[in-house]
């Protein structure tokens, strides 16, 4: 008989669906025989693709291994084999991804809740998988908000997750994806805790789409909130703010932003005025910037006169005056960028 090594039987077990692989467990698994292979097929599992989700969320996501917020705890409380494997195998990355059923608010705020207890009081056996097992982290989280709920209690949680996970120090710079969509986390400190995002030094994609997100915010006195200081942390390549209530884009927001920046998206937004500057200049990584659907009536073409060729700019639904659409159009065809209106 010829013997393979233990990782070339794990690479082939990857042909096999997470379900599949299950299945195969649940067969072998009470003959003695099959000991080693059934913790082979384990190893598959637990090496993969770790997400951790809510109770019955809004969507589904493809994983190599599936857990609640509660069974994932469960797996550092339980003594049984399969569990202690769980804590010594390494997962390629783990994704927390909670999203939300329009019917469901009790539950997902609980989940939430336990979330956050695990971060701030989690056990020893988990915050040391958290330091020493996890190397990248995807985190989502869309609360699927309803304008006739009382938002306050779902609001106060989302805030208080994003601080924690931006002082734990097993976690904040492992985490390379970061979502939160559809909350009203805008209307609440934002300009407190939109400081917090430049502690995330491993983020390439941030999507803060439908939140609420503004500006300014002149009943508080608070002008030019994300251009006043930093807020995304270096190395950032997407992000995402369509859905909001940004009126304006200043000098010094697009100034603020890393040069790292690859996509910038600012679709439906009430967005009036660009200040003048140069885009290409300030942001020479910049690949495609999303304008459509604002209410843009005046902008200077030469914004955009030091962007490079291959740049895409996107301004559907404007109400720029033809002069200006003839400008960009020559100045684009000039430079070889694509602007599409």
């Not at 190397?135 to 699927?144: G, M, T, W």
């Not at 309803?146 to 938002?151: A, T």
């Not at 500006?215 to 909130?225: A, L, W």
Request: hydrophobic share 40%.
């Amino acid at each position: 008989m010829i013997l393979l090594p233990d990782e070339i039987i794990v690479n082939i077990f990857k042909y096999l669906s997470s379900k599949e692989t299950i299945k195969l467990i649940k067969k072998l698994e009470w003959d003695p025989r099959f000991t080693a292979i059934v913790d082979l097929l384990y190893q598959r599992l637990y090496h993969g693709r770790l997400l951790i989700i809510n109770e019955d969320p809004k969507q589904k996501f493809e994983s190599d291994y599936e857990l609640t917020v509660d069974s994932f705890e469960d797996m550092f409380t339980s003594t049984t084999h399969e569990h202690s494997l769980f804590r010594t195998i390494r997962p390629n990355y783990v994704e927390f991804k909670f999203s939300r059923n329009a019917s469901d608010y009790r539950t997902f705020i609980n989940t939430l809740y336990k979330f956050h207890t695990l971060l701030t009081r989690g056990s020893l056996e988990v915050q040391d998988y958290f330091e020493n097992l996890i190397l990248q982290v995807n985190f989502y989280i869309d609360a699927n908000l309803v304008l006739i709920e009382n938002p306050n209690t779902l609001t106060t949680i989302i805030i208080k997750i994003l601080l924690e996970l931006s002082d734990n120090i097993h976690l904040v710079s492992k985490i390379k994806e970061f979502t939160i969509k559809c909350t009203d986390i805008g209307a609440f400190y934002q300009s407190k805790w939109s400081n917090y995002l430049s502690r995330f030094t491993s983020l390439e994609y941030l999507d803060l789409s439908q939140n609420l997100l503004q500006s300014s915010n002149y009943q508080e006195q608070e002008f030019d909130i994300w251009g006043k200081e930093k807020k995304f942390p270096d190395g950032l390549k997407e992000l995402k703010l369509d859905f909001n209530m940004f009126t304006e884009i200043t000098k010094e927001f697009i100034t603020k932003l890393p040069n790292s920046l690859q996509s910038l998206s600012l679709n439906y937004n009430t967005i009036e005025m660009i200040e003048p500057c140069s885009i290409g200049v300030l942001l020479p990584n910049l690949k495609c910037l999303d304008l459509n659907y604002n209410n843009l009536t005046a902008l200077e073409p030469s914004i955009f006169k030091d962007c490079a060729r291959g740049f895409d700019l996107r301004l559907k639904a404007s109400h720029l005056d033809d002069t200006t659409v003839d400008q960009l159009k020559i100045l684009a065809k000039k430079n070889g960028y694509k602007v599409t209106f």
